[in-house]
Structures are given as C-alpha cells and as structure tokens.
C-alpha cells in the first residue's frame, strides 16, 4: 500500500513559480512511475506530468511542456513537480498519483494510487 501526500500549492501572480511536493509511504515508491494530474473547476480531471521509477524518463502534457518539471527523489520518497511562468489556466487542484505497473498508464490518466490533492490558484 502507498500513501501520497501533496503540498506546496498556494496562490501566486501570473508568470510565477511554485513547486510542489508529494511525499510517498511504503517501501516500494522508489519501483513505481509517478505522475501528477490536475482537475481545474467544472472540467475532468487531465494528465500533467509522469516520470518512470528512476527518473530518467519523463512525459509532459503539451500545455505545461516547457514550463513545468517532474522530478523525483527516491530517497526521500518524494516527487516534485517545478511549475514555472505560471498561467491563470493553471488554477486547479493538483493531485500526485502512482502506479504499480508503467508510466503509460499515468499518461492515459489510470493510477493505482492517489493524493489527496493541493490548490494551485494562478491570479491574472
């Protein structure tokens, strides 16, 4: 079983930054991709970002491609996701997300497991 818990989100200007943090329990985060996801007010929830266990590889919604970074720190138990030149369309709740199997399935919006989510609010 893993846990996921996100934080960092907040309120920031247009063209801002914030990093956000998804903190894993259970001693096999460091074997699953990772991926975080987002869902703004009346709209489905939609693909951002994944990498795979290592890191190494890494898939960006064509929305946040350039702007933002999914990293991760296995030990820590931690990914990260850097959103940089931020827009008011960014305004969502954000939510960490990993899978028991591949990246693949992040991209395509399945996961075995789920945060909790944090608000990211981009004002104009």
């Known amino acids: 079983q893993v846990q996921l818990v996100e934080s960092g989100g907040g309120l920031v200007q247009a063209g801002g930054s914030l990093r956000l943090s998804c903190a894993a329990s259970g001693r096999t985060f460091n074997t699953y991709p990772m991926g975080w996801f987002r869902q703004a007010p009346g709209k489905e929830r939609e693909f951002v970002a994944a990498s795979n266990w290592a890191g190494s590889s890494t898939y960006y919604a064509d929305s946040v491609k350039g702007r933002f970074t999914i990293s991760r720190d296995n030990a820590k138990n931690t990914v990260y996701l850097q959103m940089n030149s931020l827009k008011p369309e960014d305004t969502a709740v954000y939510y960490c997300?990993?899978?028991?199997?591949?990246?693949?399935?992040?991209?395509?919006?399945?996961?075995?497991?789920w945060g909790q989510g944090t608000q990211v609010t981009v004002s104009s």
């Open positions: 997300a990993a899978d028991r199997s591949s990246s693949s399935r992040l991209r395509v919006g399945m996961a075995d497991y």
